[in-house]
C-alpha cells in the first residue's frame, strides 16, 4: 500500500540524451538506500548535509560499475520535501538513469507517484497549495510573462492575499464571538455596523481579485485569435509576418487556406494563439464549406478576432463578418494600402462607423507588402489586453480558475452574511457565514480553518483565563 511516509524515487530531469541526468531519492531511507549502490571516498551516512561527492554506482548483487556520478546529500528539514534528500548526478543516457533507478528500487525506495516531491513539500508545510500549483505553472510557462505569474504565486504572493482576507474574516468573527458572550464588552449594535463596512470592504477587494483572473488567464495559457477575412485578404500572409517565417501557404488563388492553420507566437511576452482560418465566401467547394464553417465557428471561442480586409476590393466589407465581431475585442485590419485608391482606407473607416461596432474594437491601416501593419497589430493586441503595462511586480494577478471559482463562493457567503445583518438577523448567525467566507478562502492556500479560528479567538482577546 502507497504510503506518504515510503522512501520515494524518480528521474527529475527529462527523458532523452543529454549532458546529465538527475535522479532525485526523498523520505527517511533516502540516506541508506543511496549508500547500498554508491562507492566513494566517504559512506552516504558520513557525509556532511548539503555537500557533494563524487563516487560510482555499483550493481550490489554483480558488482558492475553502472555510472560514475556525482551524489549531492540534503539531510531534513532542509529540503525541497523536508525530508531527508539525495541527488544522483549521472550521465545523461536514459539506459543508464533506468538502471540507477532499478537498483534504488531494489534497495527500499518505491516509485514517486506524479508530483509527489512537490505534494510532500506542501504536506510537510514547506509549501501552501498555490505554491504547488505555481511550480507546474513554472514548467509550463511558454512565455517570460507568464513565468513571471508564476514565479510571483511560487513567491507566495497570492497565498499572502489570502491570508490576510482570512485574518481579516477571523477578526470580525473573533469580535462577534466577543460580543455575543459577553455583552457588557461590546454594544451589538456597534459591532454589527462594523462588521457589515469591513465586510463590504473584504467584498471590493476580492472582487478586484476577481477581475485580475482576465489578465492572469491569458498570461498563463495565450490569447486564443482568428483571422478572418475574404479570400485573398491576406491572413495567411499576416500570419507568417507575426510568425516571422512562412508558416502559412500564400498563392494568389483565392481559396489557397480551406483547414485551420495553427501557430504559437510570442509577442514581448504574451502567447498569442493563433489560428489562420478559410477565407469566408460563398462557395460550392464541400471540403472549403468545411473551412469556412470552422472559421465562423472560431470566432465566437476566440478572445480575439483579427479581421483582414483588402482595400484592393471592390466591395471588401462581409456584413456577416462584422456581425460576429462587433460586440468582441477586435483588430479590423485593412490590408493592402498600397494597392488602394486614394482616400479608401478612410471611406471603409466610415462605412464601419455605420455598423455600431463595440469600443473594444481597434483599426489598423496596413500594407504588409512594405511591412507595414504587424507591428501596429502587436501594440493593439498589447493595449487591448493590457493596458500597454505588463508589469506584474506591485499587482495581484489570479491565474488559476480553482482558485476564482473558491473567490467567489467566498463572495456569495459575505453577501449571506450581510443581507441577513440587514434583514435584523441575530449577529451570532453572522459567525456562520463568515466561517464559511474564510473556509473557501482557506480551500486556495490549502489551510484549516478550524483550527486557526480557534486560536485567533483565544490569543486575540483575553477572554478566561
Given amino acids: 500500500m502507497i504510503s506518504s511516509k515510503d522512501t520515494i524515487a524518480a528521474i527529475s530531469t527529462a527523458q532523452g540524451t543529454g549532458g546529465i541526468g538527475i535522479i532525485r531519492i526523498s523520505g527517511k531511507n533516502a540516506v541508506g538506500t543511496a549508500d547500498g549502490i554508491f562507492h566513494g571516498k566517504t559512506s552516504v551516512k558520513d557525509m556532511d548535509s548539503h555537500t557533494i561527492q563524487y563516487g560510482k554506482i555499483k550493481d550490489t548483487k554483480t558488482g558492475e560499475i553502472i555510472d560514475e556520478v556525482m551524489l549531492t546529500k540534503m539531510s531534513a528539514p532542509a529540503t525541497y520535501t523536508r525530508e531527508d534528500v539525495i541527488e544522483i548526478n549521472c550521465h545523461g543516457n536514459i539506459l543508464i538513469q533506468r538502471r540507477i533507478l532499478s537498483l534504488i528500487y531494489e ?10 516531491f512537490t505534494k510532500r513539500a506542501f504536506l510537510n508545510g514547506r509549501i501552501d497549495l498555490t505554491q504547488a500549483e505555481a511550480v507546474m505553472d513554472l514548467i509550463n510557462s511558454k512565455t517570460e510573462k507568464s513565468r513571471e505569474a508564476a514565479v510571483l504565486q511560487l513567491s507566495g504572493k497570492i497565498s499572502g ?44 477587494d476580492l472582487s478586484s481579485a476577481i477581475e485580475s483572473y482576465d489578465t492572469g488567464r491569458l498570461l498563463k495559457t495565450g490569447i486564443q485569435t482568428t483571422i478572418v477575412g475574404k479570400p485573398n485578404s491576406g491572413k495567411s500572409t499576416l500570419l507568417n509576418e507575426l510568425a516571422g517565417y512562412d508558416r502559412a501557404i500564400v498563392t494568389d488563388i483565392p481559396g ?65 463578418i462584422l456581425e460576429e465581431i462587433k460586440d468582441k475585442k477586435a483588430i479590423i485590419f485593412l490590408n493592402k494600402e498600397d494597392l488602394a485608391k486614394d482616400g479608401e ?19 489598423v491601416v496596413s500594407s504588409l507588402k512594405r511591412e ?94
Fill in 256 to 320: 489557397t487556406t480551406r483547414d485551420i492553420v495553427e501557430e504559437n507566437i510570442n509577442i514581448d511576452g504574451i502567447l498569442l494563439n493563433l489560428k489562420d482560418t478559410a477565407g469566408i465566401r460563398r462557395s460550392e467547394d464541400v471540403v472549403e464549406q468545411i473551412g469556412i464553417k470552422l472559421a465562423m465557428e472560431n470566432i465566437k471561442t476566440s478572445d480575439l478576432v483579427i479581421y483582414v480586409i483588402s482595400l484592393s476590393e471592390e466591395d471588401p466589407v462581409d456584413i456577416h
Fill in 107 to 116: 534497495n527500499g525506495a518505491r516509485p514517486a507517484e506524479p508530483g509527489e
Fill in 372 to 465: 507595414k501593419g504587424a507591428e501596429e497589430i502587436k501594440k493593439a493586441i498589447k493595449d487591448m489586453f493590457f493596458s500597454g503595462n505588463l508589469s506584474q511586480n506591485d499587482q495581484l494577478i489570479i491565474t488559476a480558475e480553482r482558485h476564482v471559482n473558491l473567490i467567489k463562493q467566498s463572495q456569495n457567503a459575505i453577501s449571506d452574511g450581510i443581507d441577513s445583518l440587514l434583514g435584523g438577523m441575530p449577529l451570532d448567525m453572522l459567525s456562520v457565514d463568515i466561517r464559511n467566507a474564510a473556509e473557501y478562502l482557506g480551500e486556495i492556500v490549502g489551510m484549516s480553518i478550524s483550527e486557526n479560528l480557534i486560536d485567533k479567538i483565544f490569543s486575540s482577546f483575553c477572554i478566561g483565563k
Fill in 161 to 204: 492575499y489570502i491570508n490576510n482576507i482570512i485574518e481579516k474574516l477571523l477578526n470580525i468573527m473573533a469580535r462577534i464571538e466577543v460580543t455575543v458572550d459577553y455583552p457588557e464588552h461590546d454594544d451589538e449594535a456597534d459591532t454589527a455596523v462594523i462588521a457589515e463596512t469591513e465586510l463590504k470592504e473584504i467584498y471590493s
Fill in 345 to 363: 482606407a478612410d471611406n471603409i473607416k466610415e462605412i464601419l462607423k455605420g455598423y455600431s461596432l463595440g469600443e473594444n474594437i481597434k483599426i
